[in-house]
Structures are given as C-alpha cells and as structure tokens.
DNA sequence: CTGTTAGCGCCTTCAC
DNA sequence: GTGAAGGCGCTAACAG
C-alpha cells in the first residue's frame, strides 16, 4: 500500500508538497501539483483515513441510539439521518438498545474514547449524569439539562387531533399511549388528550402503559376490555393505531363508522398504507435534518438552541367519516 | 486529556508495562498493575481509540448496505447483524443506496480508505469488477465470483410453498417476484414457482417487476388487473403478499376463502401482524450471525465457504385455508 | 517481568 | 512555494 511518502519520493517533492497538494490545504505550484496527482494515480495511492482521523482526533463517524430500528418511526429516522450525514461526509454507526439496557451506556462511552463524534439519542432509558459538554443531541427526549433535543408539536397537534375527533362525530373519544421511562416531549400527547376530553366535559378514556415495540395489539386488547364504548380513538403511534383498527376488526366494529381513529407518526406510507391511516404527520426528514445539524454545530462547539420544534399536521385517511 | 504516559509516570512505569497492564497484552506483575490501574482511574484516562486504531490499522466498524433499512425484512437484518457483531467488540455503520446508486461504489473506497474493516452487501446494483480480496460478504445475492453469500433454500420452499396452495386446494396459482439487476439467489423463488405450475400442467400467472420498495401496491394491481382469476398466490416478499390481501380486500375477494396467499420473508411478526400471514420464514437471527461469522473470518484472510445455506420453513397463517 | 525506543501515516509548523 | 523535521498516542520489539 503506497504511502503519501512514496507518491512524494514518486513526484520528486517533499512529502509536505505532496501532503499539501493532495489535502488541498495550502497552495501549490501547478506543476507540481500536477506530477503528484500523476504519481498517486500511478502508485494508486489511496490517503490513509486512520492515520487521518488519528491526526485530527476525529472519526467522522456518528451513533445513533434507538430501541430498535425495526419500527417505522425508527428505521425512517435512521434512514433520513443516514442521508443528512452522508451529504456532510459523515457516516451513521447504529445501535439498538431494546435488547440490552447496558449499550446505551455503554456507547456514551464511545465517544469519550473517540469512536464516535457524536451521537443521536433515541432512548427509552434514564441515565445518570451525562457529561453536558459531550456531543449528544436527542430526539423527543429530554436527556437531561444542557443537552439540545429535537421534537413536534406535540401538545398542539394532539389537541387538533382529539378535536377532530368530537367534530367528527366522536362521542366517546379514548387515548392509547406508550410511556417511556424518560421524560420524554411525547407525554404532551396524552396530556392533551386529557385536557381536550375535560373542556368537553366528556369522560376519560386513557390507556398510557410502557409495552415493548411488537406488543401493540396486547395494549389494544387491554384497551377495548376496559372501554369497547369507544367510537373515537386516538393513539400515540401509528403502530398503535394500526393495532387499533385490526383490534376492531376483529371485534365486529366497523372502521370508520362505529369507530374513528388517528395515529401519530405519520411514517407507515412507506410500509403497506392500508387502510390509509388518519395521523399526526410528523416531518421525519426536517427532524432529521435538524438534528443532524445541531448536533455537527456541538461538535464544532457552537452554542445551539436547547429545543427545536418541527412542525407537524395532521393528515387525513380512511379511518375518519366525512365532515 | 491523560494519556497512557501520563498514567505510567504517575505510577512509576514506563509506558510498555502500563500499556500492557491496560490493554490486556503480555503479562505484568499484580503490583504494578494496580498501581498502574490506580493511577489511571486517579487520572481519568480513556485508551485514544483513534491512536489504537492507527496503529492496528483496523476500526473495529464494519458498514451494511442495503436499499433502504426502511423495510422490514433489511431492518430485522440490520438489527440481528448489529447485535452479532456488537457482541464481538464490532460497531455496524449503515449506508442505505437506494436513492442514490452511486453510494455503493463510494462505500466500497470505503475499505481502502480502512475506514471500515469490511462489508456486508444487499445490494440491487451491478458492480463492475471488485477486488476479491476485499473483506465483503453478501446476503442473497452474487456480488461476484470469490464473494462468499448466505442465503436461504430459496428454491426447495418456494416450490413447498407452490405444491401447499395447490394441496389446499387452490387451482389458478400466480406469482408475483421483485426482479434485481444484479443475479440473485432470490430468482430462485420464481423459478421453483415455474416449474411447480408447469408440473401441475396448470397455466402460469407470473408477474416478475423490478420496483422500488414502497410501490408493491402498484404491483398488486397490475398483476390482479392481468389474472383475476387467481385463487393462490405466491409472492417473493411479505410485504407483496400484504399488497395482495389489500388488493383483494379492496376489491371484494376474501381472504382465504376466495383468495390464498403465502408470502416470503416471515419478518411482520415483530410488526403488526394481522392478518396473520402464511409465510416462507426465513431466519434472519441465522443469516446474520453466518454473514457477521463469514465476514470476521474474511478479515481474518480465513478460508470461507462460497456459498452458505440457512434453512427456512413454511409458516401457516391466516391466509390459507384449512386442510 | 520491565523500561526504552522506534515507528504507524499524516499534517503542520518552521526555516529556507 | 518548498523540504525537512517533529509529533499525535499507542503498541510491539528489543534488550535488560
């Protein structure tokens, strides 16, 4: 494997020139440049990244942390993540955490030892005191003081959403949602729904229970049990509310006319859409995008702003009546 | 930032004992191992990576490619491979090439650049020659000749699959594959498909479409606009056989009664598995400890077999009718 | 078992 | 604009 030595021995010139001239940091006389680009293409020379990133103390590398990314919202978060990085240079290392409480912890680690220069945190978990200087930027989650975070609109989509609800027709209008352990941007969800349920004078219908991905239709079971008077439901995922509607289905209950339901993701269009489910929307590439963004400002150590909003909508489908 | 000789001197040894003390290399005496272990909690150290990796000359990362990991059957293998190699000490780095063709090719500088120690190929893409020599091992499909793969026996349970909906008494048996540009193992499930119908002295309906992840509804259209008449159905994916029950749904046909489907993959369970679906369940656990094995062994410059073959089973489900 | 030393390949001064 | 030299942190080879 010819070194950057070579190629400079090669071209006749130092191996600052041919440092200079291949990095493209500072200026090189035409000529020269020319004899070593002729040179490395002949040796085929090929820049050693390691030795690269041990100079600059850096990987160009980030992790992502997320339950798993066997789930819609996930697996399109890492995707839109892997995009955004990708046009910046960097590459996305992933990890999944669900199966094994000790890795997150561990991979905070890893930056520490360099592995990574960030990290996207994804988690369901509550950790002690993370350093607040590393480079650890999340999604929904608050991780704890100091540390940047993307997130929706929750609060106000979810009051749309339950809205809608009632405006449709709903009379018995129910809440199913996941809790996680941290306190996490998604718990607006439910506490919308309370309160939108409450202003109408309505009774509570709210299911909020920590389940793992993969037991949705247990929760639903549970859920109808408990109130199967419901005839307008909204949920904290679109995993949920597709549970929801098959929960239905199998029970006899017509969708949507003995009951309503809209989601929350919005990220099932690119799995099998049917039926098309009504949902909050949120923007999964803008999220992405963002998050990628604030966390490669604090790894160049630039002030970020602690919380970052992304709009979302609520997006209509065949789970709802006509107006 | 302290560093192995800081470590050293604080505990009165040079640098080759605390070296060997931390890392675990050749033997150093209990004594001095505590004082060096002391010293270097005292001091807060943490082995540069980047500095280990320069000089090992490995990073300990290996990156997947696949179309997109927003899909159930790459993402159960993105999720099973992660966990494989991070039991080894190994991190996985994803790279998702179906929006951009030209990122594989990238990726595969990748390994030259050392940036990954190999990598593990689900593409669609032709490739024009690679080294053989080069540290990669794919999943169904034929990369190249040296290349070793790991797929299931596609072609004795497709056509198990085929003979099981003509058992049940299916008569008007169609098929509807994904094709790859590049030659896949996963051929073989038309094939088998073929040769069953032809067999049977019945008339084909086989429907072989390359299409993007995400457009099987399409799919399914176009194959029910062409055969109607189909009361079994084989598809090359659990996702098509998902288009399919919609498809028919939609159109008034039920399913099982009027309608049989197995699909391929048996990945929805950790979805939302409903209906429940008959399905050519492949053990992707299985295939990705044989990739993460195969490919250690790779970087190693071990031997390895060309070809490895994971068994897979029919799974009964909902969409078959009862013997 | 231990301390010293010589690099790994690149980048970045620093004189010229 | 250029070449020589030093060093990033660690490991491995060597001599003690």
Redesign the interface.
């Known amino acids: 494997m010819a070194t950057i030595k070579d190629v400079a021995r090669a071209a006749g010139v130092g191996v600052g020139t041919a440092s200079r001239a291949l990095s493209g940091n500072g200026s090189v006389s035409e000529e020269a440049k020319a004899k070593i680009e002729e040179a490395a293409k002949e040796l085929g020379f ?6 690269r ?2 100079k600059k ?3 160009a ?1 980030v ?1 992502i942390i997320v339950p ?5 919202f996930f ?2 978060m ?2 839109c993540c ?2 955004e990085l ?1 046009r910046r240079g960097y ?6 955490s669900q ?2 409480q000790t ?1 997150e912890t561990r991979m905070l ?2 930056i ?4 990574v220069d960030g990290i996207i945190l994804i988690t369901h978990y509550e950790h002690g005191e993370i350093d607040p200087a590393l480079p650890i930027v999340s999604i929904d989650r608050h991780v704890g003081a100091g540390f940047p975070y993307v997130t929706s609109n929750n609060y106000e989509m979810s009051r749309k959403a339950v809205e809608e609800l009632y405006a449709r027709g709903a009379k018995n209008v129910g809440g199913v949602f996941g809790a996680t352990a941290v306190e996490s941007e998604t718990g607006q969800r439910f506490c919308a729904y309370s309160e939108v349920v409450r202003e109408h004078g309505e009774k509570e219908r709210l299911l909020v229970k920590n389940f793992r ?2 037991e ?2 247990q929760v639903l079971e549970e859920y109808f049990a408990r109130y199967p008077e419901t005839d307008g439901l909204f949920t904290g995922s679109d ?1 949920l509310a ?2 929801a509607y ?1 929960t239905a ?2 029970r006899g209950v017509r969708v949507p006319d003995r009951l309503q339901i809209i989601g929350f993701d919005g990220v099932l ?6 039926p098309k489910f009504a949902t909050v929307r949120q923007d999964v590439p803008a999220m992405a995008k963002c998050a990628v963004e604030l966390l490669l400002a604090r790894i160049r150590r630039e002030e970020v702003p602690a919380r970052t909003e992304v709009p979302a909508f609520l997006q209509e489908g065949d789970t709802l009546r006509r107006r």
């Open positions: 090929v820049p050693n990244q390691l030795a990133n041990f103390q850096s990987t590398c992790a798993t990314v066997c789930h819609p697996s399109a890492v995707l892997e995009e990708y590459r996305l290392i992933v990890v999944n199966n094994d890795k680690e890893m520490r030892q360099q592995r991905h993969g949705e239709m995993m597709s549970a098959h289905v199998r269009d690119a799995w099998e859409p049917y």
